[in-house]
Structures are given as structure tokens and as C-alpha cells.
């Protein structure tokens, strides 16, 4: 069923100005007249919001956002989730699907009203919410349309961050920061990792945080090693380190901190490693600056852990910006890395990070002219030692 005129609103809840908003959609717009396209069909909520303010926690069910040389896109979603168009979003009109309704029917209806059955169109084919065989299902369903792949076309656009994306990120930089002193006040050898995962939650809601991407990472003793690890009932004892990896959200932008407590007298080695790895990533940090070589920041860091971390893959930075679980960040759009080299520019926002030996450290930084702005900036930069 379609839905062609709002209702009232109800205490709306739109981020940014409207005129951000189709400032946006125009960078888009000319990037799809430059790629050829004359149809964008977006999948991925993080787009979708972007472009339009739209956002539920409800984004399991279909929701599809296209887009044309048109002023307004039109927006599919779920007729359950109306409300959150009225909520968040400047569009004026929207298209709805119900339960017994077939969605990709009902993608293919609204392409066909927008003048698209024979229009070359473009699919975030790497987007995890367009399936295979909805993306199968659109190709038999519109015949006379040709179909290109236009993944991360909304996600570069993205990269370059207005004044006002910088400013959600430096406030979420804000909340990390709270966090990570509310659980360092917590932390003593007998708490367990979930009290510390309590006291993380409670500050950050206090401080406005919003649903995170990726839940709070706590890791302790052996945990280290065990990746993304999220909290558990172990007691954190005297002798191990903890690695503390919290995020801040504003307005679905995050900002993360990273920070590594020693309970207890650290050994030398860790010691040494958290010396090293502080100093390397100082240099890689006073190095981003517009024009800057993505692999000269990237070796910076590499290159000295490397001597005490032979094994060392992880990349060092990536963009971050707007998240919606299972992710915080834009790193599979950019990232730091030994392979790739791509020029920094201003507007760009990173989560930089360093890790060996049982020590973690990270910062998100905004890239401005003169160089990289810390958006945590409060916390010292060294290994804490309780």
C-alpha cells in the first residue's frame, strides 16, 4: 500500500538541517550521473539514514531506499515502521509494504512508478541486507532493466564528514571517554568483567550515549587473545591486564577508545611493549594530515611493533563514522593498511589503533587543515597501572 502523505508529526526527531540532508543526496546524484546510473536502489541502513535521517532498530524487516535524478528519493519500509520516517526523516512522502505482501513486488512497483522498468540501476551488491535472492528476484521481475553493481557508492561519498558529522563524532568522542574512566574507577582485582560492562553502560546512558553498534568490548588475563571478546562473569585478578576497547554514539556516529589497565605491578616486557607501541602510534597520529600517504601513517605504526609483534595483519586505522549493529565504523570502505595507499583529506574521520603483547591503545581522531583532532582527548595515553 502506498503512503503518499505524512502524518502530523509527533516530536520530530530529524539529526541534521534538511538542507544537509539534499546537500548529501546531491553528492550521490553525481556520483551515480558519473558511474552511468539512472536508478539507485540502497539497502544498507547506515545509507539509507545518511541520506535520509530514516533509522529503526527494526532494520531486520526489508527496507529499500531509491534514488533518482528526482529532488526526493522514495523510501520502501515496512508499514509497521511509518512512525520513524515521521521521527527522523525530512522526506515528505514514503511508500509502505505490509505483512502478506510480497516486498521485492512491491521494489519492483515503486521502480516501475519512478520510470524504471528499462533504467540501467545500480545495487549495493556487498550490502548484507540485499540478499541474493532478492537482488535474483529484481533481475527476473524487471527484464528490460540492466543492473551494475554500485557498492560503496554512498559509502565513499560518506568518507568526507561536514562540520555538523564532526561535531556528533566529537561528542561521541566525549561519552567513550566517560565510560572509560567510569570503568577504570570500578576496576579492582574480585570485579568481574560484567560489573565493569555495568558501570560502562550506566555512564554512557547518563552521558547520552546512544545503542551502540558493537557492544563494549572487556577483555582480561587470556581473554586478550580472544578477538571482539564481550564481557562475562570472570573475575578480573591481580597480575593480568585488561584491555578495555568502549564506544560513544550520537546520533548513530561512534567513536571508540581503547585503553589497557595493568592490575598490579606490570612486568618489563609489558612495560616496554606499551612504550613503544605509545610512541609509535604518536607518530602515525602528528602524521595524518590532509595529503598524507595512507601507508606512510600506516608504517609508522606497523613498523615498530613489528619488532617485538612479527605476526602484526591488523590494519592500523579506518574510517569511522555512522553504525548500526553488527558495526560501528566505515572500515571495509577505508582502512590503514601495508597494502593499500590512498591520500588522507580534510574531513575524514579515523579510529586508530595499536596493539601487542597483552597492551591496546587507540584514539579517534578528525582529520581538520592542520592535521589529526583528537575527539578523545582527555584520557593519558598510557599503560594504567591499579
Given at each position: ?180 574512566r567510569a570503568a577504570i ?35 582480561s588475563g587470556y581473554r ?163
Amino acid at each position: 500500500m502506498s503512503t503518499l502523505e505524512k502524518e502530523p508529526r509527533r516530536g520530530h526527531l530529524q539529526a541534521f538541517a534538511t538542507e544537509e540532508f539534499r546537500t548529501r543526496l546531491r553528492r550521490v546524484q553525481k556520483e551515480m550521473r558519473h558511474n552511468g546510473l539512472e536508478m539507485l536502489l540502497i539497502h544498507a541502513p547506515e545509507n539509507i539514514y545518511y541520506l535520509t535521517g530514516y533509522q529503526t532498530s527494526g532494520y531486520f524487516a526489508y527496507q529499500t531506499l531509491l534514488i533518482t535524478e528526482a529532488e526526493e528519493p522514495t523510501l520502501l519500509v515496512r508499514y509497521l515502521e511509518r512512525g520513524n520516517i515521521d521521527e527522523y526523516s525530512w522526506l515528505g512522502s514514503y511508500e509502505t509494504w505490509r505483512e502478506g505482501d510480497d516486498e521485492v513486488v512491491r521494489t519492483v512497483d515503486v521502480v516501475r512508478s519512478r520510470g524504471g522498468a528499462t533504467a540501467l540501476i545500480g545495487l549495493e551488491k556487498s550490502a548484507w541486507f540485499l540478499t541474493a535472492k532478492v537482488a535474483e528476484r529484481l533481475g527476473s521481475l524487471l527484464p528490460q532493466a540492466r543492473f551494475a553493481d554500485a557498492s560503496q557508492l554512498v559509502d565513499r561519498v560518506r568518507l568526507i564528514k561536514s562540520e555538523q558529522e564532526l561535531n556528533c563524532i566529537r561528542k561521541a568522542g566525549r561519552i567513550a571517554e566517560a565510560e572509560m574512566r567510569a570503568a577504570i574507577e570500578i576496576i579492582r582485582p574480585g570485579v568481574t568483567e560484567a560489573e565493569v560492562a555495568a558501570a560502562v553502560l550506566h555512564k554512557g546512558v547518563l552521558e547520552g550515549c546512544e545503542y551502540t553498534g558493537l557492544p563494549h568490548h572487556i577483555m582480561s588475563g587470556y581473554r586478550y587473545d580472544v578477538c571482539h571478546a564481550n564481557w562475562t562473569p570472570k573475575v578480573i585478578t591481580s597480575g593480568e591486564l585488561v584491555l578495555l576497547e568502549l564506544y560513544g554514539c550520537i546520533e548513530r556516529y561512534h567513536a571508540t577508545q581503547m585503553r589497557t589497565i595493568s592490575m598490579g605491578r606490570p612486568s618489563e616486557e609489558v612495560r616496554d611493549a606499551a612504550a613503544l607501541v605509545v610512541k609509535a602510534q604518536d607518530e602515525a597520529i602528528k602524521a595524518l594530515r590532509p595529503g598524507a600517504s595512507s601507508k606512510i601513517v600506516d608504517a609508522l605504526v606497523r613498523g615498530p611493533i613489528r619488532t617485538i609483534r612479527p605476526d602484526y595483519y591488523n590494519r592500523s586505522g579506518y574510517s569511522t563514522g555512522i553504525g548500526f549493529p553488527p558495526r560501528t565504523a566505515e572500515w571495509q570502505t577505508l582502512d590503514f593498511n601495508e597494502h593499500d595507499d590512498w591520500e588522507v583529506q580534510e574531513g575524514m574521520a579515523f579510529h586508530m589503533l595499536a596493539l601487542a603483547r597483552g597492551f591496546g591503545i587507540s584514539e579517534t581522531v578528525a582529520i581538520t587543515k592542520s592535521g589529526a583532532e583528537r575527539v578523545t582527548p582527555e584520557n593519558k595515553r598510557e599503560l594504567i597501572v591499579i
